[in-house]
C-alpha cells in the first residue's frame, strides 16, 4: 500500500459554497474512509484556500476515481487539484 496526498485548489468563498455539496462529498468521503482508503481530510484554515486528503491504496488511480465522483470538483468548487505519491517514514 501506498501513501498518497489529494491537494484540491478550492474558489475564494469556498466555505459558503460548498453548502449544497457537502452532504454528498462527506457520503463519498465516508465510503472511501469505510473501504480504508481515505486515512485523513479536511480543509486547510486561515485562509481557507486547500483542502488536503490523505489516502492509502494500492496505485493513484483511486484518488482519481475519488475525484471524478467528487461533487466540490464536479461543481466547480475546485479549482486545481494534484495527486502526490508520499513517501511516509514514520507512521
Do not use: S
Not at 4 to 22: A, G, K, M, Q, S
Amino acid at each position: 500500500m501506498q501513501y498518497y496526498l489529494l491537494i484540491y485548489h478550492v474558489v475564494e468563498d469556498y466555505v459558503t459554497r460548498r453548502v449544497p455539496f457537502r452532504e454528498e462529498h462527506l457520503r463519498l468521503a465516508r465510503q472511501a474512509h469505510n473501504c480504508g482508503q481515505l486515512i485523513l481530510g479536511g480543509a486547510l484554515a486561515d485562509p481557507v484556500d486547500k483542502a488536503l486528503l490523505v489516502f492509502r491504496c494500492e496505485a493513484p488511480e483511486t484518488v482519481e476515481a475519488f475525484v471524478r465522483a467528487d461533487p466540490y470538483v464536479q461543481n466547480g468548487l475546485v479549482l486545481q487539484w494534484e495527486i502526490r505519491h508520499w513517501t511516509v517514514v514514520i507512521n
